[in-house]
Nanobody, 119 residues
Framework: QVQLVESGGGLVQAGGSLRLSCAASGRILGSGAMGWFRQAPGREREFVAGVTWSGGYTYYADGVKGRFTISRDNAKNTVSLQMSSLKPEDTAVYYC????????????WGQGTQVTVSS
């Protein structure tokens, strides 16, 4: 069982930046991956960015490429999401997720952190 705790959300103006962090505890497998998802009101949760735990391979949703950067610190068991050039449509609750196999489904989730981008 892996526990995830997000932090760093808040209110920012369009064009601004925010950095989200996720602290993981429990049994983190080298074969796994961590990622960020978001859910806006009335919409389904969507994938934002992911990183494999051992190799550090990163991948992004098309809508955030070039604006968001995901990184992980294996020693501290943390993953971060640096968000720049934020847009009002980035407003959502952001969730950190973990999966034991990078090819599988995410099965551990944090409680979420709110990001609000004002126009």
């Amino acid at each position: 069982q892996v526990q995830l705790v997000e932090s760093g959300g808040g209110l920012v103006q369009a064009g601004g930046s925010l950095r989200l962090s996720c602290a993981a505890s429990g049994r983190i497998l080298g074969s796994g991956a961590m990622g960020w998802f978001r859910q806006a009101p009335g919409r389904e949760r969507e994938f934002v960015a992911g990183v494999t735990w051992s190799g550090g391979y990163t991948y992004y949703a098309d809508g955030v490429k070039g604006r968001f950067t995901i990184s992980r610190d294996n020693a501290k068991n943390t993953v971060s999401l640096q968000m720049s050039s934020l847009k009002p449509e980035d407003t959502a609750v952001y969730y950190c997720g973990y999966k034991q196999d990078s090819r599988g489904k995410y099965d551990s989730w944090g409680q979420g952190t709110q990001v609000t981008v004002s126009s």
